[in-house]
């Protein structure tokens, strides 16, 4: 596609729930990052893949986030248990540093 | 520890006032500098890059590795210019993760 898509826009979940987020990167790119951005803060970084290898997860929160990329292309994070302080936006990205990433749109998680 | 520092969370000029919007970084080794905007409902993008060394819509940056910084200057603010800037680093030439400041808040008043 033209650019990074990351669905959905927005998620409204119930603390206890546990919830999926997708995103679908720039056809071909290699490399795929997830950063969680707080309200007020720069985004902050969770994890990394090149292709499907998970090379770093050092910025996940807790073992109650989790994400895949199965193929190589499409990612999901998920978040099992979700607890208010969980409430960000979560931006998907894919490129590489040195030329600039693509960001994604980001998926607003609102946990009440 | 790997940091970016941006002192001022918000800025605000007249247009046609000289711009500087700070960011300071601590890293063990050479580090990639950028800078990321992002404008009013949209997603984040790529400014510049240090290694470029670039003018991207009148914004240019200089990395001074002696004062750690890598501020972004522009002569004649512009109404468009009104955005949230983040200042990153990464680790050099590798696919790295990128370490983000807080953002300053610029407003361009007409």
């Known amino acids: 596609g033209a650019g990074v898509s990351q669905s959905p826009r927005y998620k409204v979940a119930k603390r206890g729930q546990d919830v999926a987020l997708r995103c679908d990167p720039i056809?071909?790119?290699?490399?795929l990052f997830w950063y969680q951005q707080a309200l007020g803060q720069g985004p902050e970084f969770l994890t990394y893949f090149q292709n499907e290898a998970q090379l770093d997860k050092s910025g996940l929160p807790s073992d109650r986030f989790f994400a895949e990329r199965p193929e190589g292309s499409v990612s999901t994070l998920k978040i099992q248990r979700t607890q208010q302080e969980d409430s960000a936006v979560y931006l998907c990205a894919s490129g590489e540093p040195v030329s600039g990433y693509t960001f994604g749109s980001g998926t607003r998680l609102t946990v009440v | 520890a790997q940091r970016v520092t941006q002192p001022e969370k918000l800025l605000s000029v007249f247009k046609g006032a000289p711009v500087e919007l700070k960011c300071n970084y601590s890293y063990s080794g050479s580090p990639e500098l950028f800078w990321y905007v992002q404008y009013s409902r949209q997603r984040l993008q790529l400014l510049l890059r240090h290694i470029s060394r670039e003018s991207i819509k009148g914004f240019t940056a200089d990395l001074n590795k002696g004062e750690t910084s890598f501020h972004l200057k522009k002569p004649f603010a512009q109404e468009e210019d009104s955005a949230m800037y983040y200042c990153a680093l990464s680790g050099w030439g590798s696919t790295d993760k990128l370490i983000f400041g807080t953002g300053t808040r610029l407003q361009v008043f007409p």
């Open positions: 056809s071909g790119h290699v490399s």
